[in-house]
């Protein structure tokens, strides 16, 4: 029994040493290095700048057939705007044309008696045509329209020294995200896929470089246990994960001005517990797969994949179907992009960040418990 107890109890020793020759691997290895540091400032990037859920500087063809006070202050406001980019057009057809080139995204379009029937008290259409292939824009495009010619109501309402009649008046108020800008929104979330990238891409191959270089078969002749082979995988690279996750906040918070509204003790805790259980998530992986390549390709289909796609970063799930938004109860993520779009945006929502930092825990559990059980029978 005695004998039995020494064989599975950690010894801190070996552990020190385990850690230390892992830590080396990792600085002598600039793939390693990259992952945890260039990755997530190239991500960030291109994401940050490149990508964007905003319509801004829209073109827009604008057809006045006659040219009138009226039509030409209605038309003033889509020049004052920052949403729109008019593009003042000869006819209705050369417009038409031009949206389907590609050329605009939309057309507004006066006829010649416009003035003449709002002046008469008559109807004056406007002729709005948008390009519908992008349907989240189009509806964009839409609401600007709409305000713009709301707007135009109200000045020639208070030019005329008369109130707009309107039975229904909107006070919108705009809550976490008043600039309305979708960096604020996307950051957070790509934080999230760059820790899984970090946690899981790394460490998937861990143990596979082992078997691969024979390491591993020397390792098991050694008195070292299983669990101290574990616990030297996932403590040097849980420091190089939280080292690539500090630096993407600080990023975020000084680089994209995103504005963090939570504690930092909050979002410490919370990223701990997730990069634990993307570690494990790789770890898993790396035990069942003896190649780097094969470990690698899992890993992206496995964890990235469903991280970028699943996990609300940028596909809202309530839009999903039924079955896939079950499936995605089953991605990790998922509750991290919850955690971290609360901590940026919302603050400290107490019951958000509870449950699902208790869900990442429970996830990171049932896969440390599973590698344990699977690196046992690696090693009968």
């Known amino acids: 029994m005695k004998r039995k107890n020494e064989g599975t109890a950690i010894n801190f020793m070996r552990l020190r040493g385990l850690i230390r020759k892992e830590s080396r691997q990792i600085i002598r290895d600039p793939s390693s290095i990259g992952i945890a540091f260039f990755l997530p400032i190239l991500l960030l990037l291109i994401f940050g700048y490149g990508v964007s859920l905003d319509a801004r500087h829209i073109p827009l ?4 057939e006659k040219s009138s006070p009226q039509a030409t202050s209605l038309l003033s406001g889509f020049n004052q705007s920052d949403y729109f980019q008019p593009v003042p057009m000869r006819s209705i057809q ?6 389907m080139h590609r050329r605009v995204d939309g057309i507004i379009w ?3 008696n416009f003035d003449r029937r709002l002046l008469r008290g008559k109807t ?4 709005v045509i948008v390009n519908g292939v992008d349907s989240n824009k189009a509806r964009l495009i839409e609401g600007y329209v709409t305000g713009v010619w709301f707007n135009w ?7 005329m020294g008369r109130s707009l009649r309107i039975p229904v008046t909107i006070e919108p108020r705009i809550w976490f995200n008043a600039a309305v800008r979708s960096r604020n929104y996307l950051v957070p979330g790509l934080i999230a896929i760059i820790m899984t990238l970090i946690g899981a891409m790394l ?3 861990v143990v596979a470089r082992e078997w691969e270089r024979g390491t591993m078969e020397a390792l098991m002749v050694t008195p070292v246990t ?7 995988k996932i403590i040097p690279y849980f420091f190089l994960g939280m080292g690539g996750m500090v630096l993407s906040v600080i990023m975020a918070v000084f680089l994209f001005q995103v504005p963090l509204r939570g504690s930092l003790p909050a979002l410490i805790f919370s990223s701990s517990l997730f990069m634990l259980t993307a570690i494990t998530m790789g770890l898993l992986i790396s035990v069942a797969a003896r190649s780097q390549f094969i470990a690698g390709q899992i890993a992206i289909v496995i964890t990235f994949l469903p991280a970028f796609i699943l996990s609300g970063f940028v596909f809202d799930i309530r839009t999903m179907p039924m079955i896939i938004q079950g499936l995605t109860y089953l991605v990790a993520a998922r509750y991290f992009v919850d955690i971290l779009q609360t901590l940026f945006l919302a603050g400290n929502v107490w019951p958000l960040l509870i449950i699902n930092s208790f869900w990442l825990g429970v996830m990171g559990l049932v896969f440390l418990l599973i590698i344990k059980k699977k690196s046992r029978k690696l090693l009968e």
């Not at 063809?61 to 006045?64: D, K, L, Q």
């Not at 050369?94 to 949206?99: F, G, K, P, S, V």
């Not at 109200?154 to 030019?159: D, L, N």
């Open 124 to 127: 004056a259409p406007v002729g």
């Open 153 to 159: 109501l109200q000045r020639r309402a208070q030019a």
């Open 226 to 232: 299983m669990k101290e082979i574990i616990l030297s």
């Open 94 to 99: 050369e417009a038409e044309q031009a949206l």
């Open 203 to 205: 460490t998937s191959m």
């Open 61 to 64: 063809a604008v057809v006045m």
């Open 110 to 112: 006066l006829r010649h």
